[in-house]
C-alpha cells in the first residue's frame, strides 16, 4: 500500500488541472444564458402546477 503525501497528491491535482480544457468566455455566456432560462421556465412550470393544486385543494376544502 503506498501512502501519498500532502506535496505528491498536489503536484497530481496541478498536473491533473493542466489536462482540463476550459470553456472560452463565449462558452460561458452562452450557457449561463442557457441556464437562466431553463431555470425560468421549470420555475413557471413549477408554479403553475403549484397554483392549480392549491385551487383544487381550497376547492375541496370548502
Request: glycine fraction near 4%; aromatic fraction near 12%.
Amino acid at each position: 500500500m503506498t501512502r501519498t503525501t500532502p506535496v505528491i497528491f498536489l503536484k497530481e491535482v496541478q498536473d491533473e488541472l493542466k489536462k482540463v480544457v476550459w470553456p472560452t468566455r463565449d462558452e460561458i455566456i452562452r450557457l449561463t444564458f442557457i441556464v437562466i432560462i431553463i431555470s425560468f421556465i421549470v420555475g413557471f412550470f413549477l408554479g403553475g402546477i403549484d397554483f392549480l393544486l392549491t385551487k383544487i385543494t381550497q376547492l375541496m376544502i370548502r
